[in-house]
């Protein structure tokens, strides 16, 4: 920590001292390089930290650096004024084009994207107010009381000093709630909602980011260069800026920064031969894509795994039981009524009903293809169904969004395993942990000391977390290289830490030994004591027998009994059901 | 009416174009689940081989194209070859990847060609068909004819051969298919060929219908792009309607919106992804992104 301060003093005096050094030419250079560092910033945040293929990111720059030209130029204003119209409007702009993000993703993102990139070009080349294919020149220079902005030197330290600010605020976003929640979204956007993230919020907050960025950006350019032409903001310098933030390594920030200087400067170095350093930019961006995917920013760490691999082994510790809390009670906290669903042709659920009372645990069991998972996903929002009605706490909650039933009380885990990939053990668990809600986020501007707070509350909180579950050796690692086993109960320690009222485990004895298995039923049972209701979907009907109280089973889409664990075993239609899977996929007596 | 007409018919020919784009866009990501954001690129790099070897090397305009294809379904291989590691993993790097590949044709193109652009004329004289009172190219027809062989040729290549069916398999289920014996990257590697071809067809074609600049590709790759998506992304007679729609959509917006054409084109492209992701003629087997 020390060291970190001592370095990004060392840093920042550096930095303050450059000017003194460079010729008048080298201070643009270097001007221009923040304003680069800054839109590679706002990328890195909606691509690299939220997932958001976004190629509009130049034009954002556009629209900054264009409104502030017009206003100043055309309607008079002052700079500064013009300046924070600017920004607004690159924001309104930045949110319409981010819209499509909530119906689709990855490549359709970015063809939209960059369609509207190109569709803002085609724009001010024809537009009057925008000065056509000529752009717009003599923008007044930005004025402090006591400073020439005019001069490039001091414009140097407003850069430096909206820079250090924008660098910093977004270094804070990514390693607080909120980055991690967008990182997690980026992972997997379907588990990111089932533990609570409004992913279509996240998605459009993503947008905000970039498009404040890329505002600031565009001011900056319109105060430094003073002219603006379409041909700054074309498809060109989008790629550019493509290729510093993949080059650098998008997921983190000061990947992106290092990649927008590397590159520039390069691309200065040759600025003799524009096409050969295209060529080379191109080709680095595919070597980087292929063969080092985390770019520059991937190395340190690559490196350091290296030295570490010496070290010893972090070890599974036991599981500690809860406290025995509220004990069950008659109450009701999980009815599903009539529930249809239908895929095309497939009926996977045909008038399913169950309830579950509280504290309860409930196996669900059945053949493959029965429609368990199927039902699952209707409970837990991420289908709707096509009749029937689910009500949870006494609550209507069909068709309510995946992330609204995790904030109710419903937690869940996947018959897949869907960890965040590239988020650590304890930053899986810390996104459940965090309920607090992304429209809370203004107070990242106004109130960053709360944000603080409440993130050293939650780590402690998670590592309480993982003390229990025995996980505390691996809070560091990632979840990818972990055994199957200790991945599983990562799974089940995170849809926990959510404190859900009902818990749904699809299939959490998959692929676990013997062992593991009676630890798992050791651990289910305690959670159940904690006063959480359990549902499980389960083959391993060892652990549905000494486990659950009540047993359901499907087939093809219907409940056919229901009872306790004896008194269904018992029936003739679960056997029959059961011996005719037997005969035709003779696994599954197996499993 | 009149006017209408002339519009629509105005639209077709550069719409059968964006037809031979759509199909791929469409063929390559139907295989593989990828869009190949260097395909507007290599129609660029098709319409300059084309064009050079018809206006340099005075080859007649057809094996002029020939060559055209060939090449670029070279280069096809090579985008392919290189960025198979990742196929099947990670679509979003890819499709940077891809970006990676358009940035150094791009430049390839401006080194050996030069930035400015030049026009080439129809390579059948003839004066305009005239028919109802409407004005109709013969160029237009001929390049008509081409794209409803190609397509032609395409479909009976996916539905009768057996590379064909293969690629359809893999296109359902590249596990499944691995698991009979299909060999998957050489699958990919055909229909990433096969795209390439298909782009500089449709470059060679529209040499003489518009100027063959760098920026070429650019306006043509995201207009087949969105013909592609418009009838149903991976859908092969999806491709062709969307891009028939577009075209004439594009010779309207013309029409009323003048140098707003572009703006209006894609304005109208992103609402109908926000309305029908999955366009007119959404497959299941476009359900891999």
């Given at each position: 920590?020390?060291?970190?301060?001592?370095?990004?003093?060392?840093?920042?005096?550096?930095?303050?001292?450059?000017?003194?050094?460079?010729?008048?030419?080298?201070?643009?250079?270097?001007?221009?390089?923040?304003i680069f560092a800054l839109l590679a910033?706002g990328l890195g945040?909606?691509m690299?930290?939220?997932?958001?293929?976004n190629l509009?990111q130049v034009?954002f720059f556009?629209?900054?650096?264009?409104?502030?030209?017009?206003?100043?130029?055309?309607?008079?204003?002052?700079?500064?004024?013009?300046?924070?119209?600017?920004?607004?409007?690159?924001?309104?702009?930045?949110?319409?084009?981010?819209?499509?993000?909530?119906?689709?993703?990855?490549?359709?993102?970015?063809?939209?994207?960059?369609?509207?990139?190109?569709?803002?070009?085609?724009?001010?080349?024809?537009?009057?107010?925008?000065?056509?294919?000529?752009?717009?020149?003599?923008?007044?220079?930005?004025?402090?009381?006591?400073?020439?902005?005019?001069?490039?030197?001091?414009?140097?330290?407003?850069?430096?000093?909206?820079?250090?600010?924008?660098?910093?605020?977004?270094?804070?976003?990514?390693?607080?709630?909120?980055?991690?929640?967008?990182?997690?979204?980026?992972?997997?956007?379907?588990?990111?909602?089932?533990?609570?993230?409004?992913?279509?919020?996240?998605?459009?907050?993503?947008?905000?980011?970039?498009?404040?960025?890329g505002?600031?950006a565009?001011?900056?350019?319109?105060?430094?260069?003073?002219?603006?032409?379409?041909?700054?903001f074309?498809i060109a310098n989008m790629f550019l800026l493509l290729g510093m933030v993949i080059?650098?390594?998008?997921?983190?920030?000061?990947?992106c920064?290092?990649g927008a200087?590397?590159l520039y400067?390069?691309?200065?170095?040759?600025?003799?031969?524009?096409?050969?350093?295209?060529?080379?930019?191109?080709?680095?961006?595919?070597?980087?894509?292929?063969?080092?995917?985390?770019?520059?920013?991937?190395?340190?760490?690559?490196?350091?795994?290296?030295?570490?691999?010496?070290?010893?082994?972090?070890?599974?510790?036991?599981?500690?039981?809860?406290?025995?809390?509220?004990?069950?009670?008659?109450?009701?906290?999980?009815?599903?009524?009539?529930?249809?669903?239908?895929?095309?042709?497939?009926?996977?659920?045909?008038?399913?009903?169950?309830?579950?009372?509280?504290?309860?645990?409930?196996?669900?069991?059945?053949?493959?293809?029965?429609?368990?998972?199927?039902?699952?996903?209707?409970?837990?929002?991420?289908?709707?169904?096509?009749?029937?009605?689910?009500?949870?706490?006494?609550?209507?909650?069909?068709?309510?969004?995946?992330?609204?039933?995790?904030?109710?009380?419903?937690?869940?885990?996947?018959?897949?395993?869907?960890?965040?990939?590239?988020?650590?053990?304890?930053?899986?668990?810390?996104?459940?942990?965090?309920?607090?809600?992304?429209?809370?986020?203004?107070?990242?501007?106004?109130?960053?000391?709360?944000?603080?707070?409440?993130?050293?509350?939650?780590?402690?909180?998670?590592?309480?977390?993982?003390?229990?579950?025995?996980?505390?050796?691996?809070?560091?690692?990632?979840?990818?290289?972990?055994?199957?086993?200790?991945?599983?109960?990562?799974?089940?320690?995170?849809?926990?830490?959510?404190?859900?009222?009902?818990?749904?485990?699809?299939?959490?004895?998959?692929?676990?030994?013997?062992?593991?298995?009676?630890?798992?039923?050791?651990?289910?049972?305690?959670?159940?004591?904690?006063?959480?209701?359990?549902?499980?979907?389960?083959?391993?009907?060892?652990?549905?027998?000494?486990?659950?109280?009540?047993?359901?089973?499907?087939?093809?889409?219907?409940?056919?009994?229901?009872?306790?664990?004896?008194?269904?075993?018992?029936?003739?239609?679960?056997?029959?059901?059961?011996?005719?899977?037997?005969?035709?996929?003779?696994?599954?007596?197996?499993? | 009416?009149?006017?209408?007409?002339?519009?629509?018919?105005?639209?077709?020919?550069?719409?059968?174009?964006?037809?031979?784009?759509?199909?791929?866009?469409?063929?390559?990501?139907?295989?593989?689940?990828?869009?190949?954001?260097?395909?507007?690129?290599?129609?660029?790099?098709?319409?300059?081989?084309?064009?050079?070897?018809?206006?340099?090397?005075?080859?007649?305009?057809?094996?002029?194209?020939?060559?055209?294809?060939?090449?670029?379904?070279?280069?096809?291989?090579?985008?392919?070859?290189?960025?198979?590691?990742?196929?099947?993993?990670?679509?979003?790097?890819?499709?940077?990847?891809?970006?990676?590949?358009?940035?150094?044709?791009?430049?390839?193109?401006?080194?050996?060609?030069?930035?400015?652009?030049?026009?080439?004329?129809?390579?059948?004289?003839?004066?305009?068909?005239?028919?109802?009172?409407?004005?109709?190219?013969?160029?237009?027809?001929?390049?008509?004819?081409?794209?409803?062989?190609?397509?032609?040729?395409?479909?009976?290549?996916?539905?009768?051969?057996?590379?064909?069916?293969?690629?359809?398999?893999?296109?359902?289920?590249?596990?499944?298919?691995?698991?009979?014996?299909?060999?998957?990257?050489?699958?990919?590697?055909?229909?990433?060929?096969?795209?390439?071809?298909?782009?500089?067809?449709?470059?060679?074609?529209?040499?003489?219908?518009?100027?063959?600049?760098?920026?070429?590709?650019?306006?043509?790759?995201?207009?087949?792009?969105?013909?592609?998506?418009?009838?149903?992304?991976?859908?092969?007679?999806?491709?062709?309607?969307?891009?028939?729609?577009?075209?004439?959509?594009?010779?309207?917006?013309?029409?009323?919106?003048?140098?707003?054409?572009?703006?209006?084109?894609?304005?109208?492209?992103?609402?109908?992804?926000?309305?029908?992701?999955?366009?007119?003629?959404?497959?299941?087997?476009?359900?891999?992104?």
């Amino acid at each position: 920590m020390r060291i970190k301060i001592a370095v990004v003093a060392g840093l920042g005096v550096l930095a303050w001292l450059l000017p003194y050094t460079l010729d008048s030419y080298a201070i643009h250079v270097v001007n221009v390089i923040i304003i680069f560092a800054l839109l590679a910033v706002g990328l890195g945040l909606a691509m690299g930290v939220a997932g958001q293929v976004n190629l509009a990111q130049v034009a954002f720059f556009g629209v900054g650096a264009y409104a502030t030209a017009i206003l100043t130029t055309r309607a008079g204003l002052g700079f500064w004024f013009a300046a924070v119209l600017a920004i607004v409007i690159t924001v309104v702009i930045g949110l319409l084009v981010g819209t499509p993000a909530l119906r689709v993703q990855s490549h359709y993102l970015g063809i939209v994207t960059l369609g509207l990139a190109l569709a803002f070009t085609n724009w001010v080349t024809n537009s009057q107010i925008a000065g056509g294919a000529e752009g717009i020149s003599a923008i007044p220079a930005p004025e402090l009381p006591g400073i020439d902005l005019s001069s490039e030197y001091l414009f140097y330290y407003l850069e430096l000093i909206v820079f250090a600010l924008a660098l910093a605020f977004g270094l804070f976003v990514v390693r607080t709630g909120l980055g991690r929640r967008m990182r997690a979204m980026r992972d997997d956007s379907l588990a990111a909602g089932a533990l609570g993230a409004e992913v279509p919020l996240l998605r459009m907050t993503a947008f905000l980011l970039a498009s404040v960025y890329g505002g600031v950006a565009g001011v900056l350019y319109a105060g430094l260069i003073r002219f603006v032409a379409p041909e700054s903001f074309g498809i060109a310098n989008m790629f550019l800026l493509l290729g510093m933030v993949i080059i650098g390594g998008r997921q983190s920030l000061i990947g992106c920064v290092t990649g927008a200087v590397a590159l520039y400067l390069v691309r200065e170095l040759l600025s003799d031969h524009p096409t050969y350093a295209q060529i080379g930019y191109g080709a680095v961006v595919v070597l980087v894509v292929v063969f080092a995917p985390t770019g520059l920013a991937g190395i340190p760490p690559r490196l350091r795994g290296l030295r570490r691999s010496t070290g010893e082994a972090a070890r599974l510790q036991p599981f500690q039981p809860y406290e025995a809390g509220a004990s069950g009670s008659d109450e009701v906290i999980l009815i599903v009524d009539a529930v249809k669903k239908q895929f095309r042709g497939l009926k996977a659920l045909d008038d399913v009903s169950l309830s579950v009372a509280t504290g309860e645990i409930r196996g669900i069991v059945g053949p493959n293809g029965s429609g368990k998972t199927t039902l699952f996903n209707v409970i837990s929002g991420l289908y709707k169904p096509t009749a029937g009605r689910v009500e949870f706490g006494g609550r209507d909650m069909t068709n309510v969004t995946p992330y609204r039933l995790s904030r109710a009380g419903l937690s869940r885990t996947f018959q897949n395993l869907r960890l965040f990939g590239d988020l650590t053990v304890r930053e899986n668990v810390l996104v459940a942990l965090d309920r607090s809600r992304t429209l809370d986020s203004w107070q990242y501007v106004l109130a960053p000391w709360l944000v603080r707070a409440r993130d050293r509350r939650l780590r402690a909180e998670a590592d309480a977390v993982l003390e229990r579950f025995g996980l505390a050796e691996f809070a560091g690692q990632a979840p990818k290289a972990l055994p199957y086993g200790i991945q599983r109960r990562v799974e089940i320690a995170r849809a926990v830490a959510a404190r859900p009222r009902l818990l749904l485990l699809d299939e959490p004895a998959a692929g676990l030994n013997g062992e593991e298995v009676r630890q798992l039923g050791e651990m289910v049972r305690s959670i159940r004591d904690s006063g959480v209701t359990v549902v499980l979907i389960e083959h391993n009907m060892g652990l549905v027998m000494a486990l659950c109280e009540r047993v359901t089973v499907l087939a093809g889409g219907r409940v056919i009994a229901e009872g306790t664990p004896a008194h269904v075993a018992a029936t003739p239609a679960v056997i029959e059901a059961y011996l005719g899977d037997v005969m035709e996929i003779p696994t599954e007596a197996t499993r | 009416m009149q006017v209408t007409l002339q519009t629509i018919i105005g639209g077709i020919s550069l719409g059968a174009v964006y037809a031979l784009v759509a199909l791929g866009f469409s063929l390559v990501y139907r295989t593989m689940g990828l869009v190949n954001f260097a395909h507007g690129n290599v129609v660029t790099v098709g319409a300059y081989l084309a064009s050079t070897f018809y206006l340099s090397t005075k080859l007649p305009f057809a094996l002029a194209m020939m060559v055209a294809i060939a090449v670029t379904g070279v280069i096809g291989l090579v985008i392919e070859r290189v960025l198979r590691p990742l196929e099947n993993k990670d679509f979003d790097l890819m499709l940077i990847g891809t970006i990676g590949f358009g940035i150094v044709l791009d430049a390839l193109i401006i080194m050996i060609w030069g930035a400015t652009g030049r026009a080439v004329p129809s390579p059948v004289a003839g004066a305009p068909i005239e028919l109802f009172g409407l004005r109709i190219r013969t160029y237009d027809l001929v390049v008509l004819a081409i794209a409803a062989l190609a397509t032609v040729l395409l479909v009976l290549f996916l539905s009768r051969t057996k590379r064909g069916a293969a690629m359809q398999a893999v296109a359902m289920d590249h596990e499944a298919a691995t698991a009979v014996g299909i060999h998957v990257g050489r699958s990919n590697a055909i229909a990433f060929m096969v795209g390439a071809g298909l782009a500089a067809l449709a470059g060679g074609l529209v040499g003489p219908l518009l100027y063959v600049s760098p920026t070429l590709g650019g306006a043509l790759g995201i207009k087949g792009f969105a013909a592609a998506i418009l009838g149903g992304f991976g859908s092969i007679p999806g491709a062709v309607v969307g891009g028939l729609a577009i075209g004439v959509l594009d010779s309207f917006a013309a029409g009323h919106f003048q140098g707003y054409s572009e703006l209006v084109t894609f304005l109208v492209f992103t609402a109908i992804i926000m309305i029908r992701p999955t366009g007119v003629f959404g497959e299941r087997t476009v359900n891999r992104a």
